[in-house]
């Protein structure tokens, strides 16, 4: 196990004392902030938060941890994600680094590989890496062409299973959306994904009938009581926007199931007025947006010989400030679409402060890995720290932001029912014997 900054006292109830929280993860207690950060002792007490007090103001007799200012964080929701996809690069780089080789080194990886046994062993161990850097809820993109759709959602169902507790989980179909017009395909797709208790997604594409297409998706979705959470405008390419068309099919239908939409990157190259015309479409509609900055940055405007121009996000600040949802998330994870990545979502948060310019001020960033994404993925059991609610905290020696975002926080501590979990990360070594078939 890492070495522990603080010892949590081996007791069925007990005070964790003086401690930071992100205020905007905290429900039900009140205190001067600054930062956001408010200080606070946390009362545990069979497993659960009993009391979130004011510094000093717990029982006296109680045994305790003295956090030192140390950080507390609920545990993390990491809500775009591609558990299907992870750690397939030593066995298939993507040669160039842009978007155009992930998708063919994918697509041959997956076509030569991708048996059952193959995805649930990288999906375990993908889950592994999450799991011990104190993330308890994820939804995952399950690449759906068939006939991976069938082989991917079983596996899933399992894995989903097997891991209920400790990371929940989710998964949305993923698919060209020039597909969603073969009904044979749409019709098997559909009855895969409402077995498997699963999302509609798929890749919007500028296409003459893209009104026709997202037609068909809504009515789909509200037939079958589904969620969507589509992938949408990745490319720097201003011509290319379907973001304001989702938004107005889903205020045409009326749909009132929760609707995400990823990447909207294209948004960034957009006139004021365009860009504004589809924020306000976008809000109106109210559709949530997650950003994948470690991605999209690795992705896009990478042309050999040439520094990018570009950052790969999208208007999230004024996203935000129109009243949207807005979250950011880990994307791929050691794939041709992204080389790095461990599922940590100190990581993502620490990434998107820098990419996005998410401080000064940083009062609410916290809630972007947190309350946030729960709430979209309709969670609200994760994600914040409230009376009553599971231990599920991860611990931090760093005692304010600049130190938070400073280190990688290597030393945290992961708490899930009031205990420490053994936070020992898997060796990829565990993976070779896949890497070399």
Not at 45 to 50: D, M, R, S
Not at 98 to 118: C, I, P, Q
Not at 285 to 305: E, F
Request: charged share 25%; hydrophobic share 45%.
């Amino acid at each position: 196990m890492r070495q522990a900054f603080v010892t949590l006292p081996d007791a069925p109830r007990f005070v964790l004392k003086n401690a930071t929280l992100p205020a905007v993860t905290v429900d039900g207690f009140a205190a001067p902030s600054q930062e956001g950060l408010v200080h606070a002792d946390l009362v545990i007490a069979a497993g659960k938060v009993e009391a979130i007090l004011s510094p000093g103001t717990a029982p006296a007799d109680l045994p305790s941890a003295d956090m030192g200012k140390g950080m507390i964080f609920p545990t993390f929701v990491d809500m775009h994600t591609h558990l299907d996809k992870g750690h397939i690069w030593p066995r298939k780089p993507n040669a160039t680094g842009d978007f155009m080789g992930a998708l063919s080194a994918v697509k041959e990886d997956r076509e030569a590989h991708w048996t059952a046994e193959d995805v649930r062993t990288r999906m375990a161990f993908s889950l592994k890496c999450a799991y011990a850097h104190g993330t308890s809820l994820i939804r995952t993109h399950l690449d759906s062409l068939a006939p991976q759709h069938r082989i991917s959602y079983e596996v899933f169902s399992e894995v989903r299973e097997a891991w209920k507790g400790k990371v929940d989980l989710q998964a949305a179909a993923l698919f060209p959306f020039d597909e969603i017009t073969n009904p044979a395909f749409f019709k098997d797709l559909i009855e895969v994904v409402v077995a498997h208790k699963g999302i509609l997604g798929g890749v919007t594409q500028m296409v003459p009938d893209l009104v026709a297409r997202l037609d068909l998706l809504f009515r789909a979705a509200s037939d079958n009581g589904l969620d969507i959470d589509l992938h949408v405008d990745e490319t720097q390419d201003a011509s290319v926007l379907t973001l304001k068309a989702i938004a107005e099919a889903k205020l045409r239908h009326s749909f009132d199931g929760s609707v995400v939409v990823g990447h909207c990157c294209s948004l960034t190259q957009q006139s004021d007025d365009v860009a504004k015309a589809t924020i306000d479409k976008v809000a109106e509609a109210g559709l949530a947006v997650v950003s994948l900055p470690m991605c999209n940055m690795y992705l896009q405007d990478r042309h050999a010989g040439r520094t990018p121009r570009q950052r790969g996000v999208t208007l999230f600040h004024e996203l935000t400030a129109a009243g949207v949802q807005t979250a950011v998330s880990s994307d791929n994870t050691r794939d041709p679409f992204y080389a790095y990545g461990d599922l940590d979502c100190v990581e993502v948060l620490r990434e998107a402060v820098r990419i996005i310019h998410l401080d000064h001020p940083l009062d609410t960033t916290a809630r972007i890995v947190t309350r946030t994404p729960a709430d979209i993925l309709k969670r609200a059991d994760h994600g914040r720290i409230a009376t009553g609610t599971e231990a599920n905290l991860v611990l931090f020696s760093a005692r304010n932001w600049s130190e938070f975002l400073s280190r990688p926080q290597s030393n945290r501590i992961v708490m899930r029912a009031g205990k420490a979990i053994d936070a020992t990360l898997p060796d990829y070594r565990e993976l070779d014997e896949l890497m070399e078939s």
